[in-house]
C-alpha cells in the first residue's frame, strides 16, 4: 500500500494515511459534497484493514469544524479501523479539541460512546 497525503483546502482538511498505522485528519471539514472526497479515503482504509494492518494502528482526528456530513464519514471511517481489532491488532483513537471547545469535545465523547471504544482526548491549547 501506498502512503496518500491530502493537502488542506479551503472546505476540507489535511489527510495522511500512512500503511504504518498512522492515520491523520487536521483542519476544516464544511466542503458541500464530502462524499467526493472522503470516499477515497474510506477505500484506502478498508484496504488497509483487509489487508495486513501494523500491530498498532492510531487515528489522529484533529479538526477544528465539521459539519454533519463529516461526522457521518467519520464514523464510517471509525467503523472500518474498529475491525482491526478483529485481527488482534491494536486501535489508538486520538481526539483533539481545542481548550474550552465543549462541542467538538462533546462530539468526539459522542463517537466513542456510540462506537463502544475509549478515545484518548487532547486539549490543544
Known amino acids: 500500500m501506498n502512503i496518500v497525503k491530502i493537502p488542506a483546502e479551503k472546505t476540507t482538511p489535511e489527510v495522511e494515511l ?14 458541500e459534497n464530502i462524499r ?9 482504509i478498508g484496504d488497509y484493514v483487509d489487508n495486513d494492518p501494523a500491530e498498532v494502528t492510531t ?34 483513537v486520538n481526539w483533539y479539541y481545542e481548550e474550552g471547545d465543549e462541542d467538538l469535545q462533546e462530539r468526539g465523547e459522542y463517537f466513542a460512546s456510540v462506537l463502544k471504544i475509549p478515545f484518548n482526548f487532547r486539549v490543544v491549547r
Open 18 to 31: 500512512n500503511p504504518n498505522g498512522s492515520i491523520r485528519i487536521k483542519g476544516r471539514s464544511i466542503h
Open 36 to 44: 467526493d472526497f472522503f470516499n477515497p479515503i474510506e477505500e484506502w
Open 59 to 92: 487515528i489522529d482526528v484533529n479538526l477544528e469544524y465539521f459539519n454533519s456530513a463529516t461526522a457521518k464519514a467519520l464514523l464510517n471511517i471509525l467503523q472500518k479501523l474498529i475491525r482491526v481489532q478483529l485481527k488482534s491488532r491494536k486501535l489508538v
